[in-house]
């Protein structure tokens, strides 16, 4: 042991105790997904707090020196069966049914915690010599209390992984209405019956609601799937105002159910006896005859966890295991997070970037991979493709293991990945749900800004968009080129080929026949298509062949194809009164497409283009403003740049703008670049331009300084990383100047200003002068990949619940000629893939 001691005293210099902050990953491996539990344990440095599993903590020690690791390792404990468990013969003791909308609370959701063996020790490397708590008793009071204080500080500490997960949720917490203290009542009379309640415009006999205000008997909300309510409880809330309402059939002697319209949540109402007693109805001797609303959120969330409920059921799934075919844990509302990623990785671009690299990656890592973007990435890519973590998940309950493969899977956790690319975002760093098609776009964003040299895998989804505007009046029209990655088709519900069914049901629904079926519209994708396609009338377009505004039309069409074509159903908005809704459509996407025909033509022979003059400015009659000197030409001759004139802005449009929560140079932009003309067409070009890099810019004038100046030095480093990309130098000289010299900007600024390029050598029609002239060099911008339009369908992704914001994700990825479905840690074999019920859908290329 006075060896082995040795050692340790040697290296005793490089052994810390964590101090508060410091980041200890003792539950997952840095670059892979190996923890704990794994097969070889933990390795966990005791100078760096990273955790490492057994293939990789060798080549960390061979990189960095490290020599002392603390090395964990869990056993799972056999559950031991309660001699006082009421169980049903199964030998499982039953679980208890959930009371509370909460998580790890008394009475809520019952999150099982796996209990574990665990033992510790130390080890130097590299010949893993190890120390164990008994050793280090015998050895000197310095190395025995550092060491000692070092192992209690790691155990101790909370573990980064661990820090991330929702530890405790409660769903129930309700706040007191501000409304419920003074609420007044009208003196109307009215008085409730105990039972028998019906809605006082439809009839409906369920989910009844009482205005506490005028005591009037209404149905609630409908549901995305078309139960529960028509409505009229909230419609009589918008035309009158009375506040809150209490769900009839849930009073009970502790209170009821009660929601307030005007703070457009559940709460709480300290009066409420006081306030059904002014209806004649004593709480004291009501009883419960509905479900509350927890009740229901609760078996909503049952069975968005039921296999059979999710996409295909009534159907018997079988499991799948292997390479490619890894399930992904839910880390809790971040299903759309591993649906996004498990398509992302079907693609060819990411697994070449990422995974077949990941050896290289993984050796030139910074000191900490917890924090870089592409060892993260390549981890999670690794650790989908590879198959090693896509074995059954053991059966807690079965010591001997089931004869059957069960549907779970080992799977693995993205925690360090959902930390790193969420970070700083006010929505992916929550545990909230979130859109799977703005999380797809946050991460191409993050893949550009990661791949401005070498490949980048975006590129499999970029294309060119060509928008040709033709001035109805002059007949004269003007090409502008945009980058894009997904098209948004457009859901035409008066295109739907089942209306009479439709409104059969709707009318059925409206006498309150609780037996009406549910009808999903059936839109034909064709229609969608054209939809996309048609000419878009543009009544207030500036024309600069007439000087003046006038009517103008404006066609779409693919200046490119992309490898890999992501289609968008907008199947969510908003309905009359801004209430966020899902349209229940069944659209009969097809297997493959064809849209050659959409491709872009360019300027046609015989065709005039719209002269290059930019609109007018709004100037004041007589305020004349000084040409800025020095910043463009000289004393002698400023002819270049006429004096500018001050804007005159209307200022109550700028402040009905602000008011409405925009920036302030966002606004004033919005009514300059409008002429005026009026607060809906300034809100238009607000909602238009929402997305520009330099939305809250100030507002810069034609002729004036943009920011940084012809005669400030730009850097070249960031003219070399955006000429790195394929633009040329005049434009990435352009995007610095108009970004103020900062190099995110400036990217995320180019990439939205194509059409404003001025230096962009492109002629008419979109085409670059030297494809005009024949030559073979590709027009200046991004890169995009071109080829024939024809794809074929390989993975799709489904959305269930009434928004984005709330509900369930899963995908289907074809694979082998089989359609899979992969359910966060179920990965299945489907038998009746939903296409028609999709919300992302993903093409490739067909070969030719």
């Known amino acids: 042991m006075a060896e082995v001691g040795d050692v340790l005293m040697s290296v005793l210099s490089t052994i810390r105790v964590p101090k508060p902050g410091d980041r200890v990953h003792k539950d997952e491996c840095a670059l892979s997904f190996s923890t704990p539990e794994s097969e070889g344990g933990l390795y966990v440095c005791m100078n ?84 164990t708590s008994e050793d280090l008793a015998t050895m000197p009071d310095v190395v ?96 009158t105002g009375y506040p809150i309402a209490v769900k009839l059939g849930t009073i009970t002697p502790d209170g009821g159910d009660v929601y307030s319209y005007d703070e457009d949540d559940m709460v709480l109402d300290a009066k409420l006896p006081e306030h059904l007693a002014h209806f004649g109805i004593n709480m004291m001797t009501m009883e419960k005859t509905e479900r509350t609303m927890t009740e229901l959120e609760i078996a909503v969330n049952q069975r968005v966890g039921e296999w059979e409920v999710i996409q295909e059921s009534g159907t018997t799934l079988r499991p799948l295991f292997g390479a490619g075919l890894t399930g992904m844990k839910n880390l809790g509302n971040s299903c759309y997070l591993n649906s996004v990623m498990q398509v992302l990785f079907t693609v060819p671009d990411f697994q070449n970037k990422y995974v077949s690299n990941i050896d290289k990656i993984i050796d030139e890592a910074p000191s900490d991979p917890t924090q870089d973007f592409k060892t993260q990435v390549a981890k999670l890519g690794y650790g989908l493709l590879s198959g090693d973590y896509s074995k059954p998940a053991p059966d807690p309950g079965d010591e001997t293991g089931a004869s059957e493969p069960r549907g779970d899977q080992i799977g693995i956790a993205p925690r360090m990945f959902k930390a790193l690319v969420g970070r700083g975002h006010p929505e992916f760093s929550t545990n909230r749900q979130q859109d799977a098609e703005e999380f797809l776009m946050h991460f191409i964003n993050m893949v550009e800004r990661n791949c401005r040299s070498g490949s980048n895998p975006s590129e499999a989804f970029r294309f060119l968009v060509e928008e040709r505007i033709v001035c109805q009046q002059s007949q004269k029209a003007k090409y502008t080129q945009r980058v ?108 493959t497409l064809d849209l050659s025909a959409l491709r872009a033509t360019g300027q046609q022979p015989g065709e005039e283009l719209l002269p290059e003059v930019a609109p007018p400015p709004l100037m004041t009659p007589d305020v004349e403003v000084k040409g800025i000197l020095g910043f463009h030409g000289n004393e002698e001759d400023d002819s270049l740049y006429s004096p500018l004139l001050s804007p005159v802005l209307d200022d109550s449009t700028v402040s009905q703008l602000c008011e409405m929560g925009f920036p302030l140079e966002a606004c004033r932009k919005a009514v300059y670049y409008t002429g005026n003309t009026g607060i809906d067409a300034a809100m238009n070009w607000i909602m238009g331009h929402m997305d520009d890099p330099d939305f809250a810019a100030p507002l810069v004038l034609p002729g004036c300084s943009s920011g940084t100046t012809p005669t400030e030095s730009l850097s070249e480093e960031h003219l070399a990383t955006i000429v790195s990309m394929g633009f040329s130098r005049d434009q990435a000289t352009k995007a610095l100047r108009a970004t103020s010299n900062v190099l995110d900007r400036a990217v995320d600024w180019i990439f939205s200003h194509l059409d404003d390029l001025e230096s962009m050598d492109v002629s008419e029609g979109g085409r670059s002068a030297a494809e005009s002239e024949g030559g073979r060099d590709p027009p200046p911008g991004p890169r995009v990949k071109d080829g024939p339009g024809k794809y074929e369908l390989f993975a799709f992704i489904s959305h269930m619940g009434t928004s984005t914001m709330c509900g369930h994700y899963v995908c289907h990825i074809k694979k082998d000629q089989q359609w899979v479905i992969f359910n966060d840690q179920k990965v299945c074999a489907s038998e009746k893939p939903p296409k028609d019920l999709g919300y992302l859908y993903f093409y490739r290329r067909v070969a030719e």
């Not at 069409?557 to 968008?568: E, G, N, T, W, Y």
Request: aromatic share 8%; with cysteine.
């Open 484 to 591: 894009d990655y997904i098209v948004q088709l457009p859901v035409l519900m008066d295109q739907a080929t089942n209306t009479e069914e439709l409104q059969e049901a709707e009318r059925r629904r409206e006498e309150g026949d609780s037996s009406a079926p549910t009808v999903r519209a059936q839109i034909p994708f064709t229609a969608c298509m054209a939809a996309l396609s048609e000419p878009e009338i543009l009544t207030d377009f500036w024309s600069s062949a007439v000087q003046s505004k006038t009517t103008a039309t404006k066609t779409t069409r693919f200046a490119s194809f992309p490898d890999h074509l992501v289609i968008q159903i907008k199947k969510f908005t908003f309905g009359l009164d801004w209430v966020p809704k899902k349209l229940d459509v069944s659209i009969d996407v097809p297997d």
């Open 144 to 239: 025995k209390e550092r060491v000692s204080l070092s192992m209690a500080g790691i155990m101790a500490a909370d573990s980064v992984s661990h820090a991330l997960q929702v530890q405790q949720w409660d769903g129930e917490v309700r706040q007191e209405s501000r409304h419920a203290a003074d609420l007044k009542q009208l003196d109307n009379g009215v008085k409730i019956p105990p039972s028998g309640w019906r809605c006082e415009v439809c009839d409906l006999q369920e989910n009844i609601w009482m205005n506490l205000t005028d005591g009037k008997v209404m149905c609630g909300r409908r549901y995305f799937d078309g139960s529960g309510g028509n409505n009229h409880a909230l419609l009589h809330f918008q035309q």
């Open 48 to 131: 760096s707090f990273l955790g490492f599993g057994s293939q990789y903590v060798d080549r960390y020690h061979a990189r960095t020196g490290q020599r002392a690791y603390l090395h964990i390792t869990r056993t799972r404990k056999a559950k031991v069966q309660k001699e006082d468990d009421n169980n049903s013969g199964s030998g499982h003791p039953p679980k208890k049914k959930p009371t509370r909308l909460a998580i790890g609370i008394e009475g809520g959701f019952d999150v099982e915690q796996e209990l574990y063996e665990e033992d510790v020790k130390v080890v130097i490397l590299p010949d893993r010599q190890e120390v």
